[in-house]
């Protein structure tokens, strides 16, 4: 079996396709109020009646747990809200300073290929961070994306970005999150992703004082890169 980084070239649409409508919310937005206007978007996608999206958001601090997630990796429930979603993926927090990009894309204009397209998501983060001169790592044996910490000691490594997907009738929703300037104790009362003895960094934990909006143009030229154009709607 190809390993994801094998996998990773690009994943664009079939020739014809209109153009991904790349949205940015203005204030941050409720987590549930974001799996129900996902889900509402993802339906009409599929039945032929809105455009693919990228949407970024920020949300308040918070908790959610992906299908996979273990009880016993919520350490502090009584910190910030949980909530249980239908994604793939374990504990994760979500917050101020992370840039949240929920990707509701029709892979059957692509490639219906879950693998495919986790490893291009991955090289859609490792490209951006390239653009700031980060090198982001995939490990096999974990979803998401890693840096190397030699500061902090041999073989130590820290999660920058995470990724945790659905898909109904081929349509992708939910997504990645990078960290941009998170509060990084908030990760301190769950075991993220379910991995242990790992870190976890961002761009200005980093040395990169970088704003939203600056992250936010790599993204949109990077996920053009992989995925194909993208269109503000107006």
Same mark, same amino acid.
């Given at each position: 079996?190809?390993? %994801?980084?094998?996998?990773?070239?690009?994943?664009?649409?079939? &020739?014809?396709?209109?153009?991904?409508? !790349?949205? *940015?919310?203005?204030?941050?937005?409720?987590?549930?109020?974001?799996?129900?206007?996902? $889900?509402? =978007? &993802?339906?009409?996608? &599929?039945?032929?009646?809105?455009?693919?999206? +990228? !949407?970024?958001?920020?949300?308040?601090?918070?908790?959610?747990?992906?299908?996979?997630?273990?009880?016993?990796? @919520?350490?502090?429930?009584?910190?910030?809200?949980?909530? =249980?979603?239908? %994604?793939? /993926?374990?504990?994760?927090?979500?917050?101020?300073?992370?840039?949240?990009?929920?990707?509701?894309?029709?892979?059957?204009?692509? $490639?219906?290929?879950?693998?495919?397209? +986790?490893? &291009?998501? #991955?090289? !859609?983060?490792?490209?951006?961070?390239?653009?700031?001169? *980060?090198?982001? $790592? =995939? =490990?096999?044996?974990?979803?998401?994306? !890693?840096?190397?910490?030699?500061?902090?000691?041999?073989?130590? $490594?820290?999660? *920058?970005?995470?990724?945790?997907?659905?898909?109904? %009738?081929?349509?992708?929703?939910?997504? *990645?999150? @990078?960290?941009?300037?998170?509060?990084?104790?908030?990760?301190? /009362?769950?075991?993220?992703?379910?991995?242990?003895?790992?870190?976890?960094?961002?761009?200005?934990?980093?040395?990169?004082?970088?704003?939203?909006? #600056?992250?936010?143009?790599?993204?949109?030229?990077?996920?053009?890169?992989?995925?194909?154009?993208?269109?503000?709607?107006?």
């Amino acid at each position: 079996m190809k390993t %994801r980084e094998a996998l990773a070239v690009s994943f664009l649409p079939e &020739a014809g396709s209109p153009p991904v409508e !790349w949205v *940015i919310a203005e204030a941050p937005v409720g987590y549930e109020a974001a799996v129900a206007e996902m $889900e509402t =978007r &993802a339906a009409l996608i &599929a039945d032929g009646l809105a455009a693919e999206r +990228v !949407w970024l958001v920020e949300h308040p601090a918070l908790y959610t747990a992906g299908t996979s997630a273990k009880d016993e990796d @919520l350490l502090t429930p009584e910190r910030f809200p949980v909530h =249980r979603t239908g %994604r793939g /993926g374990q504990f994760t927090y979500h917050g101020p300073g992370q840039r949240v990009a929920y990707v509701m894309l029709d892979l059957k204009r692509r $490639e219906p290929d879950l693998r495919r397209f +986790v490893a &291009a998501l #991955e090289a !859609w983060l490792i490209g951006t961070l390239d653009q700031f001169n *980060i090198r982001g $790592e =995939r =490990r096999e044996e974990r979803v998401g994306v !890693w840096v190397r910490r030699p500061e902090k000691g041999a073989g130590v $490594e820290d999660k *920058i970005a995470a990724l945790g997907i659905r898909v109904r %009738r081929w349509v992708s929703f939910h997504g *990645i999150s @990078l960290n941009v300037e998170p509060e990084l104790s908030h990760f301190d /009362g769950i075991v993220p992703c379910g991995i242990a003895g790992h870190g976890v960094t961002s761009l200005v934990d980093l040395g990169l004082p970088l704003t939203m909006p #600056e992250v936010d143009s790599v993204l949109r030229a990077q996920f053009e890169q992989v995925f194909g154009t993208t269109v503000v709607p107006g």
